[in-house]
Every structure is written in C-alpha cells, then in structure tokens.
C-alpha cells in the first residue's frame, strides 16, 4: 500500500520509490526460487553436462605428442615431408626418448600414435630403452638402426600430425576413415569398416523395436483403459512388476529362455513346431537382441499410451457408433487419431533408450547382436583409447539430436503427451 507522493513519484509505505519497491521484491523472490532449484541444477550440472563436455573435449584432445616430446614436435614444424628429416630433428627425438623412459611417459606416446599406424607403440617404446645407451651424435644413422620404422616416411607423418594439440582422427576412425601415407583423408580398407555398420544396426534395431513395442503395447493399454478399475489395476501391476526386478536378472532369464536347450526351445520341441535336431538359435544373434530388448522396453511405450487413452472419453466413440459409423470406422477415425500424442510420446521415448542400450546387447547379442553402445563400452574399458570412445559417443549424441529435431519437424514436441 502507498500512502504519499513526492514530485510526482509514487512512494511505499517505507517512503522507497514504488518501482524500486517492486523490483527488490520482485529480485528476492527470484533468488529463492533458484536457491530452492539449485540442488537440481547442481546435479544436472555434475552428473549430465560436464561429463558430456569431457566426452566431447576427450574426442579432439591430442596432448600425448606434444607435452611428452616438446622438442621433437617443435623441430619437426619446419619439415616439409618430402623426406627424412635431418640430424636436428633425430637429436631432438633421442631427447625426448631419453627423458621419456626416465619418466617411464613414454609408452603414452606410443599407444597414441599406436592408434594411428599399428606398430608404432612397440617402436616408441624399444626405442625408448635403446636410447639410454646413446651418449653423443651425431644420432640419425643410429636412431635409423633401432627399428625400421624410423625409415619409413609415413612414421614421421603420423608424428608430426600428432603434435597438434587438437585431432579430428578419432573422428574419422569413427566414421571409417583415415589418413593415407599422403596425409589425405580416405576411407578404412573395407575389412576394417566396422562403426558404420554398427551405426546402421544400431538405428535399424532401435527403430524395429519401437515398431513392435507400439504394436504389442497399443491393446495392452487399451484394455488399461477400458477394463474395469478392478482388473485394470492388476494388469497395471503386471505391467509395472519388471521395474521392481533389476535388469541384470531380467536379461538373465531370457537367456536361460533363449538358448538352445532352453525353455522356448523345449516348447517349441513339445508342441511340434520344431524337430528336436533342429532346435532354433534365438541367443547370441539379432533375434535374441530384439526379443530381450522389446521386453525390457516395452513398459515405456505402454505407459504414455495408457495416459493418453484415460483421457479420451468413451462417449466419442458412443456418439460415432449412434452417427452409422461401424466399430471398427469408428476406431480408426476417431480413436486412433487421438491417441497419436501417446504413441508420438512412447516411440520417442522407447527409440532413444535403445539407440544407448548396452548390458542387453552384451549379454544376449552376441558378435551379430551387438550395438555401438558395446564398441564404446569396449574402447572405455579395454583398449582404453578413450577419444574414439568420445568420438563415437558424440556422433551417437548428435544422431540422437538430430531424430529429435526431425521428429519436431514433423510431428511437433508440443504434440508429445505423457497423460
């Protein structure tokens, strides 16, 4: 409340200007309510965006040559190529492979440039050990004598390309493509062109698998939502019982059901569907992928479709049937149409979530039923090459962007309902 003026400007009861009255009240309830959501923030932040960010930084990062072998990575800028460098560069090199064995940081540097030409992390490394009985130069004749790579020109290619600080190789190794002895970019030798497939397997099952989950959970949730509150409670906890079971038991089970003498297989044996001789291989191949998966996922295309048909009154279809429309006109005319935003919704959901599966795939794929989650996983945990790992999880992150950006092209997020 104001009770005076002065000149012509409002005042508050505290005799402040009102605007300036507004604005500080305004300004403390913005900082309570970001106090109340800074928790959410913080773990968003440290949980999600910075480790997207390292992802993302590790994809390009290229420290190993540079900081481990400063002076041969400044002697060779003025190379041109064309031939084997001069004796300042090899002087330099034998440096850097001295103090790098004494660091005992060499064997970085190698299996950097390991990734880029095989065999290279075994000559950095040898060379390393020999370097500590050279005393004087003049060193090109005896670093030449080492190993026989050091003759070869395409070696200090890889090198010098390598003390960037920043590399788009994982990149192309990503996509199967490298750097030629040229330097110029072409493609892998087509026994070594393995993501591209598996990015192409990836996207395939993914969308196979919406598909059948939307088939599968559509009557599922339209008896969800036409039953009687008494059965459809049960049937919800059906629905909801995998959730209360770890996913690692759940994929578990389905291999013991896969396999060759397992349950299905038996089934199939009992009722004379199959020969017993010639039992069906459902595991360590595609099949076992899709059906495990479509399992597992299906409860997220069951759920956004049943909160979307709770919500359409049954009389719409009551008035199509009084109008002449048969059952099944009435359906597809009426019902269908307005479930759209739940399929819209689950598809999204259940296509995303399989585009990243890992633990499924791992256990119950096999070498044909294997994702680029896998490959990622494998270069995380084993190769340890952790920028082809960035790479790969990028371009997956970017494709994953990009679906979604074309799905609000054309069916539009604001259409996306979850009830």
Known sequence: MTDQTAGGVVLAADGTPLKASLNRALRKSRIRALLLVAPLLLFILFSFLIPIFDMMFRSVDNWHVGTLMPKTSAALADWDGKALPEEPVFAALVADLQAGAKSREIGKVGRRLNYEKSGMRSMVVSSARKSKRLKN???KAKVLKMHKKWRDLETWTVIKRNTAPYTIGYYLNAVDMKY??????VM???NRRIYGKLFLRTFAISLAITVICVILAY?????????PLRYSNLLMIFVLLPFWTSLLVRTTAWIAMLQSQGVLNDLFVFFGFVA???RLQLIHNLTGTIIAMTHILLPFMVLPLYSVMKTIPPTYMRAALSLGANPVVAFVRIYMPLTLAGIGAGSILVFILSIGYYITPALVGGTGGTLISNQIAYHMQSSLNWGLAGALGAILLFSVLGFYLLYNKIVGIDNMKLG
């Open 276 to 278: 017993e001789e010639n």
């Open 180 to 185: 030629d002895k040229n330097g110029d970019i």
């Open 219 to 227: 009557p599922i949730s339209f008896l969800l939502a036409t039953l």
């Open 137 to 139: 130069g003049p060193y």
């Open 188 to 190: 892998q030798n087509k």
